[in-house]
């Protein structure tokens, strides 16, 4: 049997506390029961605050501790969940805890952090240098505080040497999943899949994510062009029709984009065709083609390669998961 504790402190997310205690605890023993086998208990899950009193979380409820972190000792892992309330307000204020993942990786002890939680790992200094992800909704914050950390934001899962990070939400369900599987092996990893009927082996954040192109800038000429892309991104043209429709060179015009909103205006076309293929696709019955056309690609091809890149899903995939029920 493993031993396993989840790192609690004041303001996280309960349900990445209690989600991941209840995955690890059931390991092995719901789909047997499910099964008519004898339960076989794979890991003991316990809680540490960092004077052993109950966890705040940001919810109002309160979680008991087995522990404080001073008596985490000889474990096999720990499990720092979600930061639910403001992520710099937390990040400064946890130096017991600080110190707690500066001796785990020390000991060599498997660290796994969730969503926002691997801010945490960031800020204690484990994570310099090593590949790590969190939710992409606070991948620019992070990657402006710990430049010295290889972000790789669409990941769902990063492991780099003992480090475990995992993407955004409720990604501790793959995170949790993929350490069953690295410690028993897949049959057991997916069985506990199974059991929770919750989808494994999810591989990007993408298909989450939101597109950002409406980031603030001061270029009125480039505010100009994408008010009438909005209403004009379907139309076929090219950037050298379009930097003539504003009495621009192409030059230019690429240059002002690419200051303004990092991308010249090409990819952000691209970009907002897909982001309302992705729109007609969960919310309409529309044939992928028909939407293809619909949003301005006539090369299916083309167009499929486009929506894998940015969403990390085919049309196809993307309706499945996505689309309302009609």
Request: with cysteine.
């Amino acid at each position: 049997m493993l031993n396993v504790v989840i790192v609690g402190y004041d303001k996280a997310l309960s349900s990445a506390m209690t989600g991941v205690a209840d995955l690890f605890g059931l390991a092995g023993v719901t789909w047997n029961r499910i099964q008519g086998q004898e339960p076989q208990r794979l890991f003991n899950v316990r809680i540490a605050s960092p004077d052993g009193e109950p966890v705040k979380c940001i919810n109002g409820i309160q979680l008991l501790a087995h522990m404080s972190y001073d008596q985490v000792e000889d474990v096999d892992a720990i499990v720092i969940p979600t930061i639910g309330g403001p992520v710099e307000d937390v990040v400064g204020n946890t130096p017991e805890l600080m110190a707690l993942l500066q001796r785990a990786d020390q000991a060599g002890w498997t660290i796994a952090g969730n969503c926002t939680g691997n801010f945490l790992l960031a800020e204690a200094g484990i994570l310099d240098g090593k590949t790590a992800t969190t939710h992409w909704g606070f991948s620019e914050l992070f990657a402006r505080r710990y430049p010295q950390v290889d972000l790789k934001a669409d990941q769902l899962i990063t492991r780099d040497d003992n480090i475990y990070c995992a993407g955004g939400g409720l990604a501790w369900f793959d995170l949790g999943l993929h350490m069953i599987e690295r410690s028993f092996g897949f049959e057991t990893a997916i069985q506990t899949a199974k059991a929770f009927v919750i989808d494994y082996r999810r591989d990007s954040q993408l298909s989450y994510s939101l597109m950002r192109l409406a980031k603030p800038h001061k270029d009125d000429l480039v505010k100009q062009v994408q008010a009438w892309l909005e209403e004009h991104y379907a139309e076929g043209f090219t950037v050298d029709e379009l930097a003539e429709r504003f009495s621009v060179s192409k030059r230019t015009l690429i240059r002002r984009f690419n200051a303004a909103l990092d991308m010249p205006p090409n990819t952000y076309v691209q970009s907002i065709r897909i982001e309302a293929a992705q729109k007609l696709l969960e919310e309409t019955e529309r044939t992928v083609d028909v939407v293809m056309n619909d949003v301005g690609y006539e090369d299916a091809s083309s167009f499929r390669r486009l929506f894998r890149k940015k969403t990390g899903l085919t049309p196809t995939e993307y309706r499945r998961r996505f689309s309302r029920r009609f």
